[in-house]
T-cell receptor, first 111, second 117 residues
Framework: SQQGEEDPQALSIQEGENATMNCSYKTSINNLQWYRQNSGRGLVHLILIRSNEREKHSGRLRVTLDTSKKSSSLLITASRAADTASYFCATASGGYNKLIFGAGTRLAVHP | NAGVTQTPKFRVLKTGQSMTLLCAQDMNHEYMYWYRQDPGMGLRLIHYSVGEGTTAKGEVPDGYNVSRLKKQNFLLGLESAAPSQTSVYFC????????????????FGPGTRLLVL
């Protein structure tokens, strides 16, 4: 069974707009990670937030984590057409860096 | 550095045939993983390895076997392929947890598309 569930399943926006994706999970975690997957390619790590952190930034990315609600959000500011991809949250709660992935959000950014 | 590579990129099998997918990494990572990705779903862990000569079951291990004879290689085998194993298979690797904080991310290969008829 999947730990994380992303919302929305699909998101369509115009270039320059902000995109927000949400992730909910079920059990306690060590960290939560966000990955991006371009069509037909492998996943690329974007950002990691630990269970004792509430917010983290990396370039145009902002991630928040609310462990009391077991949820996280990924905000992409000033989106670009090149941001078009699927975005997955993944939680690490066991050992050995094992991850459990959500089903992903498909983001389409239109020029 | 090539990172994580996978061979083959695409394969068509008939039901009952066997095959092996090869994953190689040149980052000296201790941990390696095999996932499958089906339409509309995230990745599900099949098997993983925490070091040379070790393997362990993940979330969906049935119908698959793995081997890690060399640190840089992780093989995924299908002994008797079934249509339900039609999927895209991804390999990933990461540093061991003894490497400390900041080492937890996984590095993914480009994937192998498998079609079982």
């Amino acid at each position: 069974s999947q730990q994380g569930e992303e919302d929305p399943q699909a998101l369509s926006i115009q270039e320059g707009e902000n995109a927000t994706m949400n992730c909910s999970y079920k059990t306690s975690i060590n960290n939560l990670q966000w990955y991006r997957q371009n069509s037909g390619r492998g996943l690329v790590h974007l950002i990691l937030i630990r269970s004792n952190e509430r917010e983290k930034h990396s370039g145009r990315l902002r991630v928040t984590l609310d462990t009391s609600k077991k949820s996280s959000s990924l905000l992409i500011t000033a989106s670009r057409a090149a941001d078009t991809a699927s975005y997955f949250c993944a939680t690490a709660s066991g050992g050995y860096n094992k991850l459990i992935f959500g089903a992903g959000t498909r983001l389409a950014v239109h020029p | 550095n090539a990172g994580v590579t996978q061979t083959p990129k695409f394969r068509v099998l008939k039901t009952g045939q066997s095959m092996t997918l090869l994953c190689a990494q040149d980052m000296n990572h201790e941990y390696m993983y095999w996932y499958r990705q089906d339409p509309g779903m995230g990745l599900r862990l099949i098997h993983y390895s925490v070091g040379e000569g070790t393997t362990a079951k993940g979330e969906v291990p049935d119908g698959y076997n793995v081997s890690r004879l060399k640190k840089q290689n992780f093989l995924l085998g299908l002994e008797s392929a079934a249509p339900s194993q039609t999927s895209v298979y991804f390999c990933a690797s990461s540093y061991s947890t003894s490497g400390g904080l900041g080492q937890e991310t996984q590095y993914f290969g480009p994937g192998t598309r498998l079609l079982v008829l």
